[in-house]
């Protein structure tokens, strides 16, 4: 038995069109039918949480220089600039996932290097985005 990718109907393997809607099954149609439908929400979703946590410990990393000094100041400003790029690779991975992907693995590594500690969840959530975004079909 096989199922029709339109609406589920059951049909006989040797069909050549389902027997209630009538789509065809060329398997060259559905093969490319649903690589078309591979969703990226979960990197999208992903992505967005690691930049608003490594936001969030930018933020805290230049309230927290008041106390430090300067060095401090600037790894929060590239932890800022980190995260920004990192909302933008999880936005690019819907429109190319490899390239999104890439994007997202390098700020979560500049995401690390900056703030270590403060953005240890941004880093988490931006390096798991961008392995789905590299390895999901």
Known sequence: MK?????????????????????????????QNTVNETSRTVELVLGILGAVF????????IMFSAFG?????????????????????????K?????????????AIWLLISISAFGIIGTIFLGIAGILALVRK
């Open 95 to 107: 429109t190319n996932a490899k390239y999104g992907g890439i994007i997202l693995i390098i700020s």
């Open 69 to 93: 000094g300067t060095d401090i100041l600037i790894l929060g400003i590239s932890a800022l600039m980190a995260s920004i790029v990192g909302l933008i690779g999880s936005i690019y991975v």
């Open 54 to 61: 490594g936001l969030l410990g930018a933020v805290f990393a």
């Open 3 to 31: 199922y029709c990718i339109s609406c589920g109907a059951k049909n006989e393997d040797h069909a050549n069109v389902c027997i209630k809607c009538g789509t065809p099954f060329n398997q060259e149609f559905q093969v």
